[in-house]
Every structure is written in structure tokens, then in C-alpha cells.
């Protein structure tokens, strides 16, 4: 198997609870892997921590067996073919659809994509990301005026304009539409046949069965089990630490 990211003992405390504890993973490039747990268990914590917007207290994360970090900043992963999606979607509210494409298609700032005279390459590249999620009509749309489900397509959207190797979706399906549900659905399996590698963290077990092609499950931050979703989903143990049967 090729690992494209790895965390090697990777801890995080707040206030002496351990939200990470000391967790080493690895995870297959070109594979969907979910993770899941309870509440608390550390899901989101260990997301803000390889994006860079939580800092870790100790342990390393690797990318592709080459690039090792002990500390990772959330304006550098882009560099590193990381992004990811939020629970509470982040978009430049009071630009149009279009621009909140155009603006992650340069490499400039905010303030030079807004002035910068896109080419026919970053236009056509824009329709077919918001084409491919059903808001091409909407561009001209002011992303604050969007339907919450609309706003997740937006960053989804925005993250295919990226074209990164590795994707953590935090959540990507929650207060979605079942129409919008497919969308999002199609998207992660044509990213897979594209060889690009995804973390999930979903609460929704069908939609795990359905995607994922390994699980890792967490509980107070630690690896409570690993394996297929059809192997790992039935255990006794993991049915009582997340289902509270």
C-alpha cells in the first residue's frame, strides 16, 4: 500500500483533556477514509491539526514518506496538496459565486485576484467546477445570498478549483438535501477514480458504508479500531463506544 499521509504519535491536549492522544495513522493515497467516533472523540480536533489551524503539542505529521512536520501553518498546506472543507463553510460573502472561484485559481492575494484580468483558462475552469456541482447558473450570485446547502456546494467547488492530492471533508453532507446529497456523493467517487486521497469525518453510517474504504474510529482521541467499514462497523466494541448500545 502507498501512504500518502501519516501521523506519527500526534498529541493534543486543551486544558488537560486529551483530544488527541498520542495517534498514529496512516492513510492510502487514492482511497476515501472515514473517521468517525463520538462526539468528542477527537474527529474535527485531529482535521484542525493536519490543516494547520490548531498547532500540535507534540508528534509529526508525513506527507508521501518524504515531508515530515512537527508544526504545519493553515496558509502553507495549499502548497503541500492538502485543503479541506469546514462544518461551518467559509466564503468570501460578499463576492459573487464566480469570484469566490476565480480568487483560489491564483496564487496571488485576496486583494490581486480581485483586480487581476482573468484569462479564458481560469474562467473555463470556473464554469466546470460550479457546473459540476450544480451553481453555474448561480455565478453571479452573492455567495451570502446562497442556501446553506449551496454555500457547501460553493466550498466544494472551490476546493476542486485547487486541484489538491489529499481532501479532509469535515462533515460535507450534514443539512444537505437528498439531491444535494448525491452531488457531493459523485464528486468523492470521481475524486477517488482520479487518484486523489480523502479524509471524511461523517456521522451518517450509510453514506460511510457507501464511500468509505477504510475507518478509523476514534474514542477520547485515541484508535479504538481500524479496518473495513463492513468488519469494523460490526464490532461489539465500537457499536457500544459510538451507537451507545
Known amino acids: 500500500m502507498n ?16 483530544a488527541v492522544d498520542k495517534l498514529s495513522l496512516s492513510f492510502e493515497q487514492g482511497k476515501i477514509t472515514a473517521v468517525i467516533g463520538p462526539n468528542g472523540s477527537g474527529k474535527s480536533t485531529l482535521i484542525n491539526l493536519l490543516t494547520g489551524f490548531v498547532p500540535f503539542d507534540s508528534g509529526e505529521m508525513v506527507i508521501a514518506g518524504k515531508l515530515h512536520f512537527t508544526k504545519v501553518k493553515c496558509n502553507e498546506v495549499a502548497g503541500y496538496g492538502l485543503t479541506r472543507t ?16 476565480l480568487v483560489v485559481l ?13 484569462g479564458a483558462l481560469h474562467l ?3 464554469e466546470e467546477v460550479l457546473t459540476r456541482v450544480g451553481l453555474w447558473e ?13 454555500r457547501k456546494l460553493l466550498e466544494i467547488a472551490r476546493m476542486l478549483a485547487m486541484n489538491p492530492e489529499i481532501i479532509f471533508f469535515d462533515e460535507p453532507f450534514a443539512g444537505l438535501f437528498p439531491e444535494m446529497r448525491r452531488v457531493v456523493v459523485s464528486v468523492m467517487q470521481e475524486l477517488r477514480s482520479a487518484g486523489k486521497t480523502q479524509i471524511l469525518v461523517e456521522h451518517n453510517m450509510e453514506l460511510i458504508r457507501e464511500l468509505a474504504d477504510h475507518i478509523f474510529v476514534l474514542d477520547s482521541g485515541e484508535l479504538l479500531a481500524e479496518g473495513k467499514p ?6 461489539r466494541d465500537v457499536i457500544e463506544a459510538y451507537l451507545g448500545e
Request: hydrophobic share 35%.
Open 106 to 118: 491564483t496564487e496571488r492575494s485576496v486583494w490581486g485576484s480581485l483586480f487581476e484580468k482573468h
Open 124 to 126: 473555463a475552469k470556473a
Open 138 to 150: 448561480k455565478r453571479r450570485e452573492l455567495a451570502r445570498n446562497l442556501s446553506y446547502g449551496q
Open 86 to 101: 469546514f462544518q461551518d463553510v467559509r466564503l468570501f460573502e460578499q463576492m459573487p459565486v464566480l469570484d469566490n472561484v
Open 230 to 235: 463492513s468488519e469494523v462497523l460490526s464490532k
Open 3 to 18: 501512504q500518502i499521509l501519516q501521523t506519527k504519535y500526534l498529541y493534543k491536549h486543551f486544558d488537560g483533556v486529551k
